[in-house]
């Protein structure tokens, strides 16, 4: 496959995983202002923080078999049917899981009066999260995309439902989600055909061990990316106050445009990174890419923090206004940690988890001592630090790591100067004055500036193709 091959074929997937990504991200970040003006900080803080459970418990009940499902699934020459049935079997198990689970959610006081309604939570998440996993192992990116814009419009206007007419606050919230994830299930057993895959539930023991290998290793990975995104907010909610949580949590909303952004991306990556792995060139094509999301993400930060303040103003509710002191750490952070993700894949490729645990290990053990030697020293932002710093060491590690694999080239003087910019940027915007404005538009121009020829190209392509069009038109 030559390169214009190649790029023809991540870009396709690119733009596919693009309609469900952004669509279903883009009506989640419209939801926030719904949020942050309907919840008290406390109530927000709340939500967080029982989103962190389920994070953590569902990987260890359903071995995050999803992960195994998706990846054996993307094998050419793979049986589907028995891929699916092994991630059939573990559902079942999960959902009596589940159901043992009540009594303890009932005795957590946070979760207490939520206790059955999390239990429903869990298990709905599972069955949809397995069957997404597997449509988008199968390539059926389309479906998958739809599938996922469905969900997230079905979960804000029921959301707006319950909140707003009925105003049964948290408990409308995790409704909302069940209700949702219930429909993505139907939906993905409707157009994934798994519906045959049942009759067909039969065990290929060796398929399972070999699935179970991959997937089980990734449980703690799983954790470690739990301590380094969540720990940081439990830690703030008993160090500080579930209030400071709760803005502490809206932080991280600017972030997320990033990775929602480069997820999309990162994933269609994926694919050709599978297909690209014994391939003669695939060093030079792979440092290619990564150079073009480099400066992809680069200027899409330097633009998020010029906008920063006054964006965070009419974005979020006034008690909310606040978390903007800790978005440029996570700004940062979120930088290294989608260059970090696009070189895990190398991980993917060769179905090495091994590699994702010690990476997330190292992330995860720095972030955990950072946030206990900062927290009580300077508060939540000691807690953006450290997600930041533990980010940057998780990129680095991979960096050196992947080279069994490819080497990345990540010390030229364009990177270097561009991440210099950044980090100039996340210092200049704590100037309390428009002069600061000033700075930072000038900060984005010349980077720029730098990295000009990727951005003619890109232009230059979307001009032809244009006039393409109207030729044949």
């Given at each position: 496959m030559n390169n214009s091959s190649k790029n023809k074929y991540?870009?396709?997937?690119?733009?596919?995983?693009?309609?469900g990504n952004f669509g279903s991200k883009l009506i989640s970040f419209f939801l926030v202002p719904l949020y942050t003006n309907i919840f008290t900080t406390a109530e927000y803080g709340t939500i967080d923080l029982i989103t962190i459970l389920t994070t953590v418990i569902v990987p260890l009940i359903t071995l995050n078999i999803s992960e195994?499902?998706?990846r054996y699934s993307m094998d050419k020459n793979s049986d589907k049917d028995k891929i699916l049935s092994v991630g059939n079997v573990i559902l079942l198990v999960s959902i009596l899981i589940c159901m043992i689970s009540f009594p303890i959610l009932s005795v957590i006081s946070y979760t207490s009066?939520?206790?059955l309604l999390l239990v429903i939570y869990m298990m709905t998440f599972i069955s949809s999260s397995i069957y997404l996993c597997f449509i988008r192992g199968k390539e059926?990116?389309?479906?998958?995309?739809?599938?996922?814009?469905?969900?997230?419009?079905?979960?804000?206007?029921?959301n707006i439902y319950f909140l707003i007419v009925l105003k049964i606050g948290i408990k409308g919230y995790i409704i909302a989600y069940i209700i949702?994830?219930?429909i993505t299930?139907?939906?993905?057993?409707?157009r994934g055909k798994i519906i045959p895959s049942f009759k067909k539930l039969s065990l290929d023991k060796k398929l399972a061990k070999d699935m179970i290998k991959y997937s089980v290793i990734l449980i703690p990975n799983s954790l470690m990316w739990w301590i380094m995104n969540s720990l940081d907010r439990i830690m703030v909610t008993s160090m500080i106050s579930i209030e400071a949580n709760g803005v502490y949590t809206v932080s991280y909303k600017l972030p997320t445009i990033i990775i929602t952004l480069t997820s999309i991306f990162n994933q269609a990556w994926m694919f050709s990174a599978v297909k690209e792995k014994d391939s003669a060139d695939k060093e030079t094509y792979s440092n290619s890419i990564f150079t073009a999301l480099f400066n992809i993400v680069i200027t899409i930060s330097l633009f998020l923090l010029l906008i920063l303040k006054p964006l965070m103003k009419i974005y979020v509710g006034k008690a909310f206004f606040l978390a903007w002191e800790y978005t440029p750490a996570l700004i940062i952070g979120t930088v290294f940690l989608t260059l970090g993700t696009f070189i895990s894949n190398e991980y993917t490729a060769h179905k090495d988890s091994i590699g994702f645990l010690k990476s997330s290990t190292i992330g995860a053990l720095i972030n955990l001592i950072l946030n206990f030697l900062l927290i009580p020293i300077i508060g939540v932002m000691g807690a953006a630090i450290a997600t930041c710093i533990s980010y940057i060491c998780v990129y680095i590690f991979r960096i050196f790591d992947t080279r069994k694999y490819l080497k990345y080239r990540v010390l030229d003087k364009e990177k270097v100067i561009c991440i210099s910019l950044l980090l100039l940027s996340s210092i200049v915007i704590y100037i309390d004055n428009y002069f600061c404005y000033l700075i930072l538009l000038l900060i984005l121009l010349i980077d720029l500036i730098i990295s000009r020829k990727f951005w003619f190209k890109i232009l230059n392509n979307i001009k032809r193709k244009i006039f393409k069009k109207k030729v044949r038109a």
């Open positions: 991540l870009l396709k997937n690119t733009i596919v995983l693009s309609i195994s499902v998706m009066q939520y206790a059926q990116l389309f479906d998958y995309s739809i599938i996922s814009i469905v969900q997230t419009l079905i979960i804000a206007i029921l949702a994830y219930l299930t139907f939906l993905c057993i409707i």
